[in-house]
């Protein structure tokens, strides 16, 4: 008897307009074997990205386009979920994609959507959080992979991953210390979710189909 065929990988996109780490991470984590999952196209709002320069040098289909090409963002996000769903993924990546988008960009969006953003949500949407946490006097911060909807970093959370606050800590160091709790937390959220443990397909209840994760790593 033939053993049963493993299921296809998980068909991956991901959005960035930046350095690209947490793309590099996932696709040095598909690499390796860790993560049952493949990238099927990076698409970005800045040419001159790291993110679109790696996924160059690796092969991987990516596309820009210009925000300043667009009149207006409905534009710009309906340009981009109709290149996007050319390659079919079965979820979305948003990996540092500084564009808040559109409510209509968003229900037009070939498949379910996370974003991973360095604060403990709901504490901290929006930008410069590791200052914020360090003016706060908050004695942990971390890193949440949460739902695009339509909120500024304020879709539901699937996962998040915690650090300590240290007493000289400055926000670049917070960011860096982060950023590193940042790359194992996405993977074990794809991971999660193309093995089906995070399920983010079943109808319209999301109270009950979303299951909520914390992970606590070092
Ligand atoms: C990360 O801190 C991510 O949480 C935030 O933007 C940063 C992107 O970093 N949304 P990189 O481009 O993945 O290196």
């Not at 993110?51 to 409905?74: G, N, V, W």
Request: hydrophobic share 45%; with cysteine; proline share 7%.
């Amino acid at each position: 008897m033939s053993a049963p065929a493993s299921p296809e990988p998980l068909r991956v996109a991901v959005f960035a307009s930046g350095r690209g780490s947490n793309l590099q991470a996932l696709h040095q984590a598909i690499l390796c074997g860790a993560l049952p999952a493949q990238l099927v196209g990076v698409f970005s709002d800045k040419a001159g990205s790291g993110a679109l320069a790696y996924a160059e040098t690796q092969r991987i289909a990516h596309s820009h386009l210009d925000p300043k090409s667009f009149a207006t963002r409905e534009d710009f996000d309906a340009a981009l979920m109709q290149n996007v769903a050319a390659v079919c993924p079965e979820l979305i990546v948003c990996a540092g994609f500084m564009r808040i988008i559109s409510e209509t960009g968003i229900a037009k969006a070939p498949c379910p959507m996370i974003n991973i953003h360095p604060s403990l949500l709901p504490k901290y949407p929006g930008l410069h959080t590791h200052a914020r946490v360090l003016a706060a006097g908050d004695a942990e911060h971390g890193a949440s992979v949460h739902r695009v909807e339509p909120l500024l970093d304020g879709g539901r959370i699937l996962t998040q991953a915690k650090i300590a606050v240290l007493p000289d800590d400055t926000p670049e160091q917070l960011a860096e210390r982060v950023l590193a709790i940042e790359y194992p937390l996405l993977i074990a959220t794809v991971r999660a979710i193309a093995e089906g443990r995070i399920r983010l397909n079943e109808g319209t209840d999301t109270r009950v189909s979303w299951l909520n994760h914390r992970l606590e790593l070092e």
